[in-house]
Structure formats: structure tokens, C-alpha cells
T-cell receptor
């Protein structure tokens, strides 16, 4: 059974710091891995999608890496800003033939960036 | 259009009411999903529709009844809910074709449901 773990559960940093969020998964047979951001009471916003054949993806100040063999992904946020404060969720996609995919989520990392 | 639209944004209902949640997407995605999220927890899968047919039901109680009238719409009919069903209900969609460039999920902003 696939399990996804995110470390740390919560993180508080001063503005301007670079930071790394960690995600690990137990079964390397994933189709892709997706990082989401969720603001309190809101829906999920997709940040980065990494296909299983890729090693990393970048978007602006965000960089996500994937090491499928070791079951790990990291989300790197450069020069953090108070507007980055949110919960960050990592999810791996398990494919079920012709039935759509199943996203399996980690518990999330709650990030607070202090001005 | 790269959005999933959910209505209503907030819903308060009594335990004897019948209500429906609606979800719409125009990205041509042929897989649509309902997720339930409790406070401080990750989303939990409820139902998957692929090509407008129910393909996965994660042992959800029958008081939740999904419906997919066409490839763009997904409904969740609610009847005789319990207070513990209060949660954020999220709709999502994704392509079915692994060859699509963006083979990821797109989520709506959710419906905050309170059962009184």
C-alpha cells in the first residue's frame, strides 16, 4: 500500500530564507508526483508536476526534484515571502487501468513566512 | 479555460435536507473526482468517474450519490447527512490520456459544507 510522508509537518521561517520541503513515498511505481499549495479553507492549487521519467521541474522561485528509486521528492522555495505562507501538499499518482488515477496525498507541511 | 468551477462555495443543511453540489470543467478532461477534506487533513478520495462512468467508489455511504450527466459536469447529491459529514468537498479533473502534456489534476476551490 502506497504511503506518502511529508517532513516537516510545520515550518516557520523569516522572510528571504531559502527552504526545502520533503516528501517520501513507499512504492516507486508512480505515474507522476504533484506538489500543491492550499490556503486556509480554499481549494488546491497545482504548483509543479513531475512525470516519473523526469528528475526536476522549475517554476519561478520553485524547484521540485524527484528521485523515484529512493522514493523521495523535494520542493525548494527560494527567497521566501510572506505570501508563500500556506499548506504544501505532495501527492503521487497511482494509475488504475482505464479507471482514472488515484492521488495519494501526504499530510502536508504548514509553512509560515514571517515578515 | 483551465479551471474547475464548484458551486455553491458554502452550504449549510439540516440532517433531513436534500442538496446537491455541482462541478464543471471545460478542459476536455475525461476523468473527474470527488474528494472530501476535514480540517488539518489531506483530501480523501470518494469517487472517480472515467468517461462519464463511475469507476471507483471508495466505500462511501449511500447518503452521498454522485452523478456525471456529461463529460463537463459532475454532481454530488446529498441526503440525510450527519454532522460528521461537515467538511470541504473538492472536485477535480484530469486527462485520461497519459500522452497529454499536463497529465495532472486540476482542483476546484471547493464547497464548504456544514451539516446542522
Amino acid at each position: 500500500k502506497q504511503e506518502v510522508t511529508q517532513i516537516p509537518a510545520a515550518l516557520s521561517v523569516p522572510e528571504g530564507e531559502n527552504l526545502v520541503l520533503n516528501c517520501s513515498f513507499t512504492d516507486s511505481a508512480i505515474y507522476n508526483l504533484q506538489w500543491f499549495r492550499q490556503d486556509p479553507g480554499k481549494g488546491l492549487t497545482s504548483l509543479l508536476l513531475i512525470q516519473s521519467s523526469q528528475r526536476e521541474q522549475t517554476s519561478g522561485r520553485l524547484n521540485a526534484s524527484l528521485d523515484k528509486s529512493s522514493g523521495r521528492s523535494t520542493l525548494y522555495i527560494a527567497a521566501s515571502q510572506p505570501g508563500d505562507s500556506a499548506t504544501y501538499l505532495c501527492a503521487v499518482r497511482r494509475e488504475i487501468y482505464n479507471q482514472g488515477g488515484k492521488l495519494i496525498f501526504g499530510q502536508g507541511t504548514e509553512l509560515s513566512v514571517k515578515p | 479555460d483551465t479551471e474547475v468551477t464548484q458551486t455553491p462555495k458554502h452550504l449549510v443543511m439540516g440532517m433531513t435536507n436534500k442538496k446537491s453540489l455541482k462541478c464543471e470543467q471545460h478542459m476536455g478532461h475525461r476523468a473527474m473526482y470527488w474528494y472530501k477534506q476535514k480540517a488539518k487533513k489531506p483530501p480523501e478520495l470518494m469517487f472517480v468517474y472515467s468517461y462519464e462512468k463511475l469507476s471507483i467508489n471508495e466505500s462511501v455511504p449511500s447518503r452521498f450519490s454522485p452523478e456525471c450527466p456529461n463529460s463537463s459536469l459532475l454532481n454530488l447529491h446529498l441526503h440525510a447527512l450527519q454532522p460528521e459529514d461537515s467538511a470541504l468537498y473538492l472536485c477535480a479533473s484530469s486527462p485520461m490520456d497519459p500522452g497529454r502534456k499536463n497529465y495532472g489534476y486540476t482542483f476546484g476551490s471547493g464547497t464548504r459544507l456544514t451539516v446542522v
